[in-house]
């Protein structure tokens, strides 16, 4: 047992392996690495519109950037060209960056993009490390559990909630504590293309605070994957793609009460949905979900990628019709003749890398529902669409790796006034299946409730492993609720001598403050915000005083913190 041991404690601390994917959960190195293309220290035919990449294939022979010691053969080789010798055979393991992440929001949930981490009010921890084990350079598995346990604090419920997701704004009423298979896989390589069995979390499209279609919002699901591993270089220009066929399970608590329990209305009395509890469907599969992602950069345009993403959820189909329904499109568009319950999800995008300005622009749209025929499509093109766009721009200051960067992203949820007619409560991520666009109760996409808008804008001060910025954020929660679902806020029976107030919607003003720093193998940093919340969940004061203009709701000021570090062995 011993010699095991020390043989594998030499094999971990041998040389470095140029191979394992870079996991979207490691933020800071995903964010960095993007900048350094920006600064054409990265190759400008990769899209970084099909996450996660691969360091060895992807990167593979480009001067990168990051000092990160378990990737790189020391620290000192700051520019060294990433490569794979053609003589390394065997079996070769490695371990991986240690990963803690944690948060604490005072008074409501709030963050996105964090995998595995649970909505949560009170203290919330995510950890995560693994081994790399790769055969030759055809056989790689990786193993990198995460773990999580939150307070799961008590907070107000919503007075009403969506139809058609399962989406609970609280995991139950106890305490979480739960494994995750993480970002973990089995894959074999020949040449550009890869195959396995992955739980890894993926992001499809442009964003960088969150794709519309597929995101890290959510834990990792089980899935079968076929992709590139690199831009496919032809005479017309670069390709990259991937095709997914896996398992989505329930929240642990679907279906649960969407409607208000309470027989008064506001300002007198605030109503209130029933609290969340356990559900005898558990969290065992709710559907299979078929997608596939295709980019293309033209050679006559370097820099500017387009693509696209579609995806079919069945519920009620077996293995091999749910796992390739991508392949037979059109039959989830009106279910007629159909026998399994299958809905369609749709997305395009675009970036343009401009390297010679240190610039991107970027956008994707989204529809759900297929249009019914060209009529349709004529007369309501924009039905359940929705959008987001960004820009980031740096701007490089004296000395080696360092700059500023200025960045911008809106993401429009709110359906378009359509829906009032044709579909109210209807969206992107609500679908007449039941559970929605969901894994584990947290959405594929941007995380944010459905019918949400964001707006955000900051600067950013770069230098190595050094960090420091200032942004500013403004969400407005759920509109479609808002407009669709809350009534007794434009009843003029309540009292209100306004008739309709519509001054309630549910916003957050959030600044924030963005730190990190490092030494040696450790990275740390922290998200310091100020929130300034209305009407919490779009909720009068109870006997609240109108001054003329609104009655009041619930407004408060919040702070919250979000910790993280890595450690690189």
Known sequence: MSRFLLFLLLMVSGKPLFAQTLSLDLHYFNDYLRDQQLLGKIDSGISWMVKPLHLQHTLGNRRVFTNDSSWWPNIEHAFKTVGHSKNEKGLHLQLLPLHLRTQFNTIHNYGWQNG?????????????????????????????????????????????????????????????????????????????????LSTENLQWGPARQGSIFLSPSAPGFAHFTLHTNKPWKTRIGNFEGQFVGGRLRYSGFFPYGTEWVENTEPPFEPVRAAEITPSPLGNGEHSKVSMMTATYMPK?????????????????????????????????????????????????????????VNMEIYGELGREDWFRDLQDLATDPAHTTVYLWGINKLFPLAGKAHYLRFET???????????????????????????GWTHRGQNLGVGLPPGSNRQQIGVLWNKGYHRLGLSFERIEYAQDLFYFRMPFLLNPAIGNPLAMDYSKRFVDLVGKLRMQTAY???????????????????VYVPNGQSDGFRFPGYNYWSVNAHMYAYYRF
């Open 116 to 196: 595995s981490m649970v909505p949560n009010r009170g203290w919330q921890s995510f950890f995560s490390g693994g081994l790399l084990v790769r055969y030759n350079k055809w056989v790689e598995l990786q193993l990198r559990p995460e773990y999580i346990r939150a307070n799961n604090k008590v907070y107000s419920a919503p007075p009403v909630r969506h139809r058609g997701i399962d989406m609970p704004e609280r995991m139950g009423t106890s305490p979480i504590r739960e494994w995750y298979a993480g970002q973990s896989y089995l894959k074999f390589h020949w040449k550009g293309i890869s195959a396995g």
């Open 409 to 435: 992203e809106f993401t429009q949820l709110m359906p378009p006034i359509t829906q009032l007619s044709r579909a109210p409560g209807y969206g992107f991520y609500t679908h007449a299946n039941g559970v």
């Open 300 to 356: 006559w345009v370097r820099g500017l990628f387009i693509g696209g993403a579609y995806g079919v959820q069945s519920t009620n189909a077996p293995w091999p019709v749910g796992l390739f329904a991508v392949f037979n499109p059109g039959t989830e568009r009106t279910n007629i003749g159909n026998p399994y319950t299958q809905n369609g999800v749709l997305s395009l995008f675009a970036r343009y890398l401009l390297p010679a």
């Open 520 to 538: 040696k193998g450790l990275i740390v940093g922290a998200d310091a915000m100020l929130l300034r919340t209305l009407n919490f969940q779009w």
